[in-house]
């Protein structure tokens, strides 16, 4: 498998100003709204400290109240399923579908069944999949993955979407008003809802104590999914279980404050026993978390709620875009959740990072993701997973940074070159950093040349 390279997806990304300039902004913004909502609750940070100690108790017994959530499910009349990987869980879907002769499957959107490739292996046995989250909806359209975890189109631009629904749904193309394309895509979507055989949640939070599973949404369209069709199955990955009914209050005042920066979601919805004359599935999915549960270093990736709040800080991801990544989790937790599922295809994502540590500071799980990216980093090395070019640079960097004279010297002569050399040479090529930014102005003396003049003799004295 080919390493995905986020250096050639973001220079794509980049080459459209007016994109780029949206994407960071409107991120941004979301990260200003956090801010906001942090500093209107005193007790900000004893809640994300809560959160953190309730997901390592309940990962730490994981077992366990996997073991009592399936017992008060299947209480409550849920058939529950275990899915080892995503192979299995969509050959489970398959086989609840086919054989209740389902042939169209309206879902809300789920990380996990994109995780698992669940929706080319359904239609691919003639099972159409109908995404009914607008941003969902409009990457199904144009044929592209998700590149945020909660607002999956937020790289487009309205114009864009105009396009995108104009051929696949018969819009107008000249109109990019945003009420008029969520009013076509509601138009078109209603339909296929009413007339659909099954439907699709994901799941925020699983709780063992009520055997129930919640979502959050802020269109309804989970509700519409679990509630207006005869079955309703939920994809769960393991590590979306806590203990207690009142441990998700800690949960819910964080997720919606770090994801949009706003107090909640408009629903916050509760499934824990099927309706009268209708079936409820849950499958509870592995695809990997128990062995990264083993990961002395990475295993608190396994905490993570998906509220987005670290690719939303992250200064790279805003200016590259989430499909740089190549991957369904893009931005800082997808460069330590991704490697884990396949270290080669994903090596070069942890080196898409300034290891600033802002995702850290904003995560509400407290989840060490700089710390994690830098794990990340030097495992890569280890496994003779680093490009060429890259063992190259680093290797050599390594010698300069063990010689002091052998630093002292290449430090003067990158200054001096800097100051005399023609535009033309400077920006050759293999100066990477002068691609996309200028290089910076050279000081008039190094920080040692300032420090021999003025603190040596004083340290002497």
Known sequence: MKAVDHVAGSKKFLASEDHVSFHDRRLWDLRKGRDAQMRAIPEWQELRTLASQIKEHTLGQLDH??????????????????????????????????????TRLVKSKSMLTEEC?????????????????????????????????????VHKLSRDVARVFAEKLGTDPANADPYYLAEQQREATRPLILNAGAGMTGCNFAVAETGAVVVCTNEGNADLSANVPPLHIASIGIEKLIPRQEDLGV???????????????QYTSHFRAPREGAEM??????NGRSARLAMDD?????????????????????????????????????????????????????????????????????INIHEQIYRWRQVIAEQHQLSYAKA???????????????????????GSALKIL????????????????????????????????????????
């Open 65 to 102: 109240y996997l073991e009592i959530f399936e017992r008060n499910a299947t209480a409550n009349g849920v058939k529950v399923h275990w899915a080892r990987d995503g192979e299995e869980h969509n050959r489970i879907v398959h086989d609840i579908l086919s054989q209740r002769a389902v």
């Open 117 to 153: 490739e669940m929706r080319p292996y359904l239609e691919a046995r003639g099972i159409e999949v109908v995404e009914t989250d607008l941003g969902e909806r409009i990457q199904q359209l144009d044929g592209e993955m998700p590149s945020h975890v909660v607002v999956p189109a």
């Open 251 to 265: 949960f819910v005042r964080l997720l919606s404050r770090s994801a949009l920066g706003s107090p909640i979601t």
């Open 281 to 286: 599935h849950f499958i509870l999915v592995d």
């Open 298 to 366: 990475f295993w608190y990736s396994l905490k993570c709620i998906r509220c987005s709040a670290c690719m939303n800080t992250c200064p790279v991801y805003r200016r590259s875009g989430g499909i740089s990544y190549g991957a369904v989790y893009s931005g800082p937790i997808g460069a330590i959740i991704d490697p884990t599922f396949d270290l080669k295809k994903y090596s070069g994502l942890p080196f898409a990072s300034t290891l600033n540590g802002s995702c850290s500071n904003v995560c509400p799980v407290r």
């Open 392 to 414: 190259m640079a680093m290797k050599m960097a390594g010698h300069i940074l063990k010689h002091p004279m052998v630093y002292r010297t290449a430090s003067e002569m990158a």
């Open 422 to 461: 023609p535009r033309g040479l400077s920006y050759l090529p293999l100066n990477v950093w002068g691609r996309h930014r200028e290089n910076p102005e050279p000081p008039v003396r190094s920080f040692r040349q300032w420090y021999v003049e003025n603190r040596r003799q004083d340290t002497s004295e």
